[in-house]
């Protein structure tokens, strides 16, 4: 257990839908990533949070958007969802960042379905 | 920005026979090396890091790197598999200052009895 939390850990919806999925990092973690594990495009970054503020941003779609509160959980907002939005979404969390964060932890993954 | 390549999608090996998966990389500046498994319907895992020093490292379940500058590459090792090792492996870097990982494609390691 990586104590990175990630719900739901599986989602199905409709075409032109909008979902939300929750992560909770690590205790004492400040850093959150998000992550999105397709067959055609691999594991890609998507975006991160540092206590709050968004820090970097990957290739993520302007109908995706995130945000980081203060309690430190994180949650990706994916609207009018279409079929190549089925994907598995990672979140991940360290404590620092930068040349201060060596390792990531990474949740079991929400496994999003568009039909 | 940074480029990871695993040479090989996928490689079947025999129990207790030794693995070598290859991860070569691209990258300008300085960079932090990672090693990921992912089991079937699981998150990823670290295996283990390269952040600077000795160029051998050693990580959990047996398996090691080898950081290699020159030739660009940390390919990971393991003398013996066993059944449980059947999982996707996924080399990562990281620029040392920064922030996201970039993910090869994975290697599909398929251990048979």
């Known amino acids: 257990d990586s104590g990175v939390t990630q719900t739901p850990k599986h989602l199905i919806t409709a075409t032109g839908q909008r979902v939300t999925l929750r992560c909770s990092p690590r205790?004492?973690?400040?850093?959150v990533y998000w992550y999105q594990q397709s067959l055609d495009q691999g594991l890609q970054f998507l975006i991160q949070?540092?206590?709050?503020?968004?820090?970097a941003k990957g290739n993520i779609l302007e109908r995706f958007s995130a945000q980081q509160f203060p309690d430190l959980h994180s949650e990706l907002n994916l609207s009018s969802l279409e079929l190549g939005d089925s994907a598995l979404y990672f979140c991940?969390?360290?404590f620092g960042q930068g040349a201060a964060n060596t390792e990531a932890f990474f949740g079991q993954g929400t496994r999003l379905t568009v039909v | 920005a940074q480029s990871v390549t695993q040479l090989d999608s996928q490689v079947p090996v025999f129990e207790e026979a030794p693995v070598e998966l290859r991860c070569n990389y691209s990258?300008?500046?300085?960079?932090?090396l990672f090693w990921y498994v992912q089991y079937p319907n699981q998150g990823l895992q670290l295996l283990l890091k390269?952040?600077?020093?000795?160029?051998l490292v050693k990580g959990i379940n047996g398996f090691e790197a080898e950081f290699n500058k020159s030739q660009t590459s940390f390919h990971l090792r393991k003398p013996s598999v066993h059944i449980s090792d059947t999982a996707e492996y996924f080399c990562?870097?990281?620029?040392?200052?920064?922030?996201?990982?970039?993910f090869g494609g994975g290697t599909r390691v398929l251990v048979k009895p």
């Open positions: 949070y540092y206590n709050g503020e968004e820090r």
């Open positions: 991940a969390s360290s």
């Open positions: 990562a870097v990281r620029k040392a200052a920064g922030n996201k990982l970039t």
């Open positions: 205790s004492g973690d400040l850093s």
């Open positions: 990258s300008s500046v300085s960079v932090y």
């Open positions: 390269y952040l600077s020093g000795s160029t």
